[in-house]
Every structure is written in structure tokens, then in C-alpha cells.
């Protein structure tokens, strides 16, 4: 059921994917896996031009050093990654929604009060 709620998103990833593509750019298209806020694991799996196995997980570090990297190395110019990991990701068992969920609200309202306060 939530592939089928979210099958516009994959198109609108899709269409900017080749927006990108054609553009005349230099880029690498990051297409993270379910990202957790954890301290960084070092197990990243690429998928290069290719889709990334489903309902994998990646931690918040482990993201930003493959993105720290992509902007000393020219490797995957051009190119989509898939960055994911071997952990599958399993609600209630290694991974809390709620409290990720919880998290992100109160991430989202700091934000906003801090746009508030600027002139």
C-alpha cells in the first residue's frame, strides 16, 4: 500500500533524474536508503545505475562522509548511487518511527523559530 501512495514521488524522482541527466552539469544523483540517526556503521553498499535493494537503512554519518567524499572525487560523476547498507530495516525492531517522527517535529519547529527571529 505506501508504494502505491508514494508512486508519484518515484515519478517526479524519475523526471528530475533525467532533468539532471541532461543538463550539461557535472552531478552525482544520491538516492540514500532509509536514513537513521545513528553513529556512522563504515558498511556502505553503492548500487551505481542501478536501483539499491528495498527496505535497507543508512546512518546520518555514514551518509555525510559518502557525500563529503563526492566533493573531492570526480568517481561517480554522472552517475546514480544507491547508498544503503546491509541492515534491512525492520519498525519496532531496529528502528523507531516514533521517535524518529518525534525527532523530526521538534527539529522542524527549531527551524521555524529560528526563522522567526531573523529580521
Known amino acids: 500500500m505506501w ?3 508514494v508512486r508519484e514521488l518515484y515519478q ?9 541527466a541532461k543538463s550539461g552539469l557535472q552531478y552525482v544523483i544520491t538516492r540514500p536508503a532509509f536514513i537513521v540517526d545513528e553513529p556512522a556503521r ?7 545505475n542501478t536501483n539499491s535493494p528495498p527496505g535497507r537503512m543508512l546512518t ?16 561517480y560523476l554522472g552517475a546514480t548511487v544507491g ?3 546491509g541492515r534491512e530495516l525492520r ?6 518511527y516514533d521517535k524518529m517522527a518525534e525527532k523530526s517535529k521538534a527539529a ?6 529560528l526563522k522567526q527571529q531573523q529580521p
Not at 546520518?60 to 568517481?75: C, H, I, N, P, V
Not at 519498525?91 to 523507531?96: H, L, P, S
Not at 522542524?108 to 523559530?113: H, I, M, V, W, Y
Open 3 to 5: 508504494l502505491w501512495n
Open 12 to 20: 517526479d524522482m524519475a523526471r528530475m533524474e533525467a532533468i539532471v
Open 42 to 48: 563504515n558498511d556502505l553498499v553503492l548500487a551505481v
Open 60 to 75: 546520518t554519518s555514514d551518509l555525510a562522509a559518502f557525500m563529503l567524499e563526492q566533493a573531492r572525487s570526480d568517481k
Open 83 to 85: 547508498v544503503y547498507t
Open 91 to 96: 519498525f519496532g525492531q531496529n528502528a523507531d
Open 108 to 113: 522542524r519547529e527549531a527551524a521555524e523559530k
